[in-house]
Each structure stands twice: as C-alpha cells, then as structure tokens.
C-alpha cells in the first residue's frame, strides 16, 4: 500500500464535482431558454433510450442477467474490505503499483507526485467521470500540467471549458455547428464546417499527435477482479488503449465500489454496460489491463472519496452498484428537458442525484427535487438500483436534516395542515376556485414557476365533494 488512508470522520465534505451557487431549478431555466436544444436533446436521449430498449428485448434472459449483475454487486459491497484487500495483493503481485487515495485531494496529489517523479508536465487522459468528480484537470493546471482529454466528447468540452453534461455522452448539448465553431478556433478546420466526419478526422489527427508525444497516459476503471489483480476499460474509439500502451507510465483512477470477485462474473456486466447504454451489443474496445509491459509503469490509484460513507448509509449503499452506464439519464425526463449542467455535479441525472448529497448535503439538497419519481430510471437501470425509492428517502433526509429550502417546508406545513383537516380542505378548495374565477391574476403571474410554461386550469364551478353531497343519492 503506498500511501495509507485517512479516516473517513473527515469533517471536510469529500469533493463532488463542479458545484454552482445557482439550483437545478435555475441552471434548468437557462438551458431552457433555447427550446430547439431542448427539443432535440430531449429526442436524440430518447432515441438512444429506445435503441436500448430493441437491444435489450433481443435477450430474453436480460431480467436473470440483471439480477445477477446486482447479486454480486451486493455480494461485493457486502464484504469491500476483503475483496479490496485481495484485489491490491493481486494486482501488486502482477506488477501493479497500488495507491489508495481517501478523498480527491489524495487523489490528486498522487497523480501529480507521479508526473513530478517522472518530470513531465504533459498527459493524455481517457474518460474517467471520477477524475471529473475529483476536479482533476483544474489541479494540475494549477501546478503548470497540462491536460488532453482524448475521448472526443470530453475534448470537445474541454475545447469549450465546460464539464462533461452526461458520463457517456460528455457533449450531447452541443451541437454541431458549435463544435464546428470550436475546431475552427482550437484546431484550425475551415469555418462554418460542421461535417461530422470531417470534424471526427481533424480530432483524430490532432489526437494522434498527443498520444506519440505524451510519456503518462491516465485512464478510469470500469471493472476491477479480485481474483486476479487486473482491471478493464471500456471505450468505443480505443483511445485509452492508445495513451496506456504508447506511454512509459500508466496511471488508472479507480473508485473502490468497481471491484468483481471473479473474471467469470465481468461478460454479465459487459453485456449489460454497452446494451444499457447506447443499444450496442458490446463496447467496441473492452480492454484487460494486468501487468506493466516491460519497462513500464503501470499504477492503479484507488479512491473512497465518500464511498465509504454511502456505503455505511443504509438506504443509499445500493448506489455504489452504479456501472456508469447512462441509461437513467437518458430515459429521465427531467434530465432530457434541463440538460446535464443543471445538476451542478460531475455525475448529473437521477443517480448524480443520489450520489451527490453524500458528498454535501446542503450544496445538492436541490437534486433529489428534481425529479418525478415516475420510476422510468429504477426501470432501465442494469444493476437494479431503486432509484426514485432512494431520490423519496433523501427528500425525507433533506428535510430531517433541515436543508430543505424554508419556502419549500413552510409550504409543505401548511399543505399537511390542510390535508390533515377536512374542513381546512373543503374551505382552501373553495378559496382556490373563486380565485381563479374572480382573481385569475393572483395565480396567473411570473411569481408562479407552473404558470411560466403551462396553461393553468380554469375554475369548475363546484368540487367533486360538492357534485358527489348532491348527486349520491339520485339513481
Ligand atoms: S444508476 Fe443504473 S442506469 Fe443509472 S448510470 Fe448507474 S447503472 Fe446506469
């Protein structure tokens, strides 16, 4: 073990991404503004949630495979301490240096001491949505280390100084046009060119230069086996391949809740990954990393940052089952309408919304609200997490703990109040028609967030409870 861990009573909240003073409610309001990208970003996640689903219906033993997927995720996250503790003799005896990074901090100060020892101040970067959740990137820029991200999405939004706005899809609110915009800029194409397969060339061409020229190559982790020290990348352009097997030093950041007992357990969750994901049978590259080659270094830090705390809430631990697939978000349909920036975190959608009040409770109290709890993402989820279950129980947390908003719980109060008493209902109904019968601007005004995008209801000139008093007795 190189570096030994902290505890996890930390006081300081462990990071979660790329926080924002303004709520989900607010950053929705301005992706809204443009109704055509809300439009097509609503269609295009749709689309890709039904290429899921005519995936997913071609296995008819897709149910069974879910269910064992979360099995042993829960077997996993039943007994960490062991597998981890197996999974660092393994890897360590196949070569692999192992550091264990407690919170984003270590994480990065690891990453940097490792780029420092080997004299560089340049690195190539594959996708890795937890290098974003420890705000990686901005780090080492701060100590002079720049960073080329080299999955396309996440170049694109790095070309526009923006964090990825969905864990498989960085750049899906972009359009075309802007990324062609972006190229013109950064990588010289013509102007006004927006072909996407030119675009896909030029970033390919200019990639290929970086990865002969970077000597560390960083990677994520989507699998880790106890059983034999190895872990295992996903990506559809190779381009993780690309940076770990042409660079001198490898580093992989690893989440600890990544961990499989066994290699025989990894085709469940790959087939479950990409078909969840995009609709796509397999990724396109599912690459084993197990030893360095020879004169190689090959380092796998590994990081809690507020895992073990989630893991020790009862009613959230199920989140640490998540294989960052996407298919919640895509299926959501307050994601699809607010766009993935308006969840202020790393990883945004229902399940950002789980994760995030872990890490800082009154920062993303906003984010269990935003959501209908239709239950569509516990319905799609791979690993069977009870989404919208855990989005309810954070929202009683939330409020427990005194972080709900003071307008939302004097609201709440008063709506159980007259709920609670048949007479406060009767008389508050009766109120409520004459007002917007007599009085419709009382309602009908920018103060009222319903009233900004939808028709209100006009007035009916009696309540159920009223008709029923007069009409239950006629045949
Ligand atoms: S919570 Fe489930 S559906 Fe959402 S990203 Fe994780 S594995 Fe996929």
Redesign the pocket.
Known sequence: MEKATKSNGTSTPPSGGGGAAASHAELADIFNRDEDRVDWHDETLWWIRAKRDKSVHQLPEWEALREAASNIKHNVLSDLNNYLQQFEATAKANGITVHWAADAQEHNEIVHRLLVENEVTQMVKSKSMLTEECHLNDYLATHGIEVIDSDLGERIVQLAGEAPSH?VLPCIHKKKEEIGDLFHMYLGTPSNMSDPQFLTETARGSLRETFLTRKVALTGVNFAIADTGEFVVCTNEGNADMGAHLADVHIASMGIEKLLPKREHLGIFLRLLTR??TGQPITTYSSHFKKPREGQQMHLVMVDNGRSIQLGREDFRN?L?????????NTCPVYRRSGGHSYHTAVA???GS?LAPNFDMRKYADLPFASTLCGS?SN????K?D?HDQLYKWRQVLVKEGYAPTAKKVAMQVMATTLASPTLYHAAGKMGRLTIKYAPFAVNNKLNPWFKNRDMPSSPEQSFGEWYSKNRNKK
Do not use: D, N
Not at 321 to 329: D, S
Not at 380 to 383: A, E, G, K, Q, T
């Open positions: 864990i969840s994901a989140s089952k998540c294989i960052r697939c996407g298919a919640c978000m959608g229902p399940i789980i993402c799609v989820c791979p690993v997490i989404i």
